[in-house]
């Protein structure tokens, strides 16, 4: 099986902060990689798709890059409706795996 | 707009079944890959498994092989997770996303499995 391996596994920042998560791979996946984020009692949202691409309304503060073991979601700048937990998911092969999550709160 | 309403869900003793639905609606449910994720309470997210469009082929995660069975009817817009055998540790909130990569999400149905 891939692991997917995420950091930070928690992060503290402030509104207007540029933050970055990074998910590695144990093996290469090439792009097939999601990113999606996640609000208490809520289901996931797919963020970015193919591991840099955008999905539809997005705001465009989101943007993901990387590919082969290593990827990266970064937001240029945060806004108060940005903290949750963030997940990736790599559908390169079987069994599908998800990173175990960052949880992004406020400083 | 893009709607997946999962249902089915509820408390069910070690051992017994439960059979889970998703109601999908706002796209051509025929010509997507159907996937079912879970989230134990308070865990992270886990891939479960998932088919084709046609039905033609499913892929499962190791823990829930020989248990459980996802299947789909076209007809009725419908994707399904029929789970036989239910432990413990399969006590989570069930999702039934669109594609294989799981693009859009329903809301979820909690699953508890406990005596």
């Known amino acids: 099986d891939i692991q997917m391996t995420q950091s930070p596994s928690s992060l503290s920042a402030s509104v207007g902060d540029r933050v970055t998560i990074t998910c590695r791979a144990s093996?290469?996946?090439?792009?097939?990689l999601g990113w999606y984020q996640q609000k208490p009692g809520k289901a996931p949202k797919r963020l970015i798709y193919?591991?840099?691409s955008l999905q539809s309304g997005v705001p465009s503060r989101f943007s993901g890059s990387g590919s082969g073991t290593e990827f990266t979601l970064t937001i240029s700048s945060l806004q108060p409706e940005d903290f949750a937990t963030y997940y990736c998911?790599?559908?390169?092969?079987?069994?599908?795996?998800f990173g175990q999550g960052t949880k992004l709160e406020m400083k | 707009e893009v709607r997946l309403v999962e249902s089915g869900g509820g408390l069910v003793q070690p051992g017994g079944p439960l059979r889970l639905s998703c109601a999908a609606s706002?796209?051509?449910?025929?010509?997507?890959?159907m996937s079912w994720v879970r989230q134990a309470p308070g865990k992270g997210l886990e891939w479960v498994a998932n088919i084709k469009e046609d039905g033609s082929e499913k892929y499962y995660v190791e823990s829930v092989k020989g248990r459980f069975t996802i299947s789909r009817d076209n007809a009725k817009n419908s994707l399904y997770l029929q789970m036989d055998s239910l432990r413990a540790e399969d006590t989570a909130v069930y999702y039934c996303?669109?594609?294989?990569?799981?693009?859009?999400w329903g809301q979820g149905t909690l699953v508890t499995v406990s005596s």
């Open positions: 998911l790599q559908h390169n092969s079987y069994p599908y795996t």
């Open positions: 093996q290469g996946i090439r792009n097939d």
């Open positions: 706002g796209f051509a449910f025929s010509s997507y890959w």
């Open positions: 996303a669109r594609g294989s990569a799981a693009a859009y």
């Open positions: 193919v591991a840099s």
